[in-house]
């Protein structure tokens, strides 16, 4: 990509992070934070092992930065910023589920409606929050989901400690 582009996109991801209103996960502070840059050349760089307190005020810290792609760890931690993983200490994690449509089965993606995928990974996705409620006598309420394409991932709200 050349330096116009990349600063072009630079600019618009920054008018998006202005612009938008970005949900925080909860317990934020907690999580391992990173991001991709709009580094120069071939090559990507992920910026990792960085905590919200490292960041600042996330908004700021995209608005700012602007970064290509952010991410957030599953996984909640004593000290998230810590450069190694065994310095973080692992608190607990957040129980994330990936329901890929075109891998369910009866899903043929080359014979299957985009509504029939959406519609067979919501039936899944009920299946298996039943599942949760039934074997691990977790209440699913509180529980959130984010459809992207064809997939649909489940965040249920137990988290598993030590």
């Known amino acids: 990509?050349?330096?116009a582009t990349r600063e072009y996109l630079r600019g618009r991801f920054a008018?998006?992070?202005r612009?938008?209103?970005i949900p925080l996960p909860p317990a934020a502070n907690e999580r391992e934070?990173?991001?991709i840059p709009w580094t120069p050349g071939a090559g990507t760089t992920m910026v990792r092992h960085q905590s919200q307190l490292d960041l600042g005020d996330i908004d700021g810290f995209l608005s700012r930065?602007?970064?290509?792609?952010?991410?957030?760890?599953?996984a909640s931690y004593d000290d998230p910023g810590a450069s190694?993983?065994?310095q973080k200490g692992w608190r607990g994690a957040d129980l994330i589920f990936d329901?890929?449509?075109?891998?369910?089965?009866?899903?043929?993606?080359?014979?299957t409606s985009y509504k029939e995928m959406l519609a067979a990974c919501k039936d899944a996705l009920s299946r298996l929050l039943s599942f949760l409620e039934a074997d691990f006598g977790s209440p699913t309420t509180?529980?959130?989901s984010l459809v992207a394409g064809g997939t649909m991932s489940t965040f249920a709200p137990t988290r598993f400690s030590h």
């Open 84 to 86: 190694t993983m065994s």
């Open 142 to 144: 509180g529980s959130s």
């Open 33 to 35: 934070w990173a991001h």
């Open 19 to 21: 612009a938008a209103e």
């Open 65 to 74: 930065t602007a970064p290509r792609h952010v991410y957030f760890s599953a």
């Open 1 to 3: 990509m050349d330096e």
């Open 15 to 17: 008018d998006y992070y």
């Open 99 to 111: 329901l890929d449509a075109d891998h369910l089965p009866g899903v043929d993606p080359s014979e």
